[in-house]
């Protein structure tokens, strides 16, 4: 079965400092990977997502990730991070011929002045 | 385009009750998806319907729990007889096209918050 971890459950970080946010998943087929912030009290919009092709994937926001097969990873980052960055951020994969997305346990990002 | 809709955003209601959420995709997409979400944790996976079938159910949903997209469009997550471990947040999300349905690509709803007191 498909699983995503998410190491660190909370990352505190200061205002323009760079920030990476940690994805593992486990798979030994073709995998599509994704990542998701939630706002407090909002729904989950989709940040980026690697589906094939070039390794490194640029999202909204600044954010972007680097897929890495041989260590099976997916970790996010951001060279200089603002305070409106702070929510929860989920890694999800998808596993092709799958029916649904497994999400990791999320890593809470702090922005602090 | 409104994005996918929920309702109501969020529920209070006291032990044993029943409660409905309701779910509108976006129009044109034909798969749809129920999550829970608790606190301190990932969205879990509770079931999806492709148009009006209810193709896969989560081990998670109880028979108190139940689901239902009568005309392939809007979905209802009922739950009877709450319990307080039934408060979380619950999401909705809708996909389309031979693509997104492959690559699994999601688009979530602001969620409905029930508390059971």
């Known amino acids: 079965a498909q699983s995503v971890t998410q190491l660190d459950s909370q990352v505190p970080v200061f205002e323009e400092a760079p920030v990476e946010l940690r994805c593992n998943y486990s798979?030994?087929?073709?995998?599509?990977l994704f990542w998701y912030v939630q706002y407090p009290n909002q729904g989950l919009q989709l940040l980026l997502k690697?589906?094939?092709?070039?390794?490194l994937v640029k999202g909204i926001n600044g954010f972007e990730a680097e897929f890495n097969k041989s260590q099976t990873s997916f970790h996010l980052r951001k060279p200089s991070v603002h305070i409106s960055d702070t929510a929860e951020y989920f890694c999800?994969?998808?596993?092709?011929?799958?029916?649904?997305?497994?999400f990791g346990t999320g890593t809470q990002l702090k922005v602090e002045l | 385009d409104t994005g996918v809709s929920q309702n109501p955003r969020h529920k209070i209601t006291k032990r044993g009750q029943n409660v409905t959420f309701r779910c509108d995709p976006i129009?044109?997409?034909?798969?749809l998806y129920w999550y829970r979400q608790t606190l301190g944790q990932g969205p879990e996976f509770l079931t999806y319907?492709?148009?009006?079938?209810?193709?896969?159910k989560s081990r998670l949903l109880s028979d108190r729990f139940s689901a239902e997209r009568p005309k392939g469009s809007f979905s209802t997550l009922e739950i009877q007889r709450t319990e307080q471990g039934d408060s979380a947040m619950y999401l909705c999300?809708?996909?389309?096209?031979?693509?997104?349905?492959?690559?699994?690509?999601?688009?979530f709803g602001e969620g409905s918050r029930l508390t059971v007191l």
């Open positions: 999300a809708s996909s389309s096209g031979v693509a997104a349905s492959r690559t699994g690509e999601l688009f």
């Open positions: 798979s030994s087929v073709s995998v599509y």
């Open positions: 690697y589906l094939s092709g070039s390794t």
């Open positions: 999800a994969a998808f596993t092709g011929g799958g029916n649904k997305l497994t």
């Open positions: 129009s044109e997409h034909n798969r």
């Open positions: 319907f492709q148009n009006e079938a209810q193709l896969e």
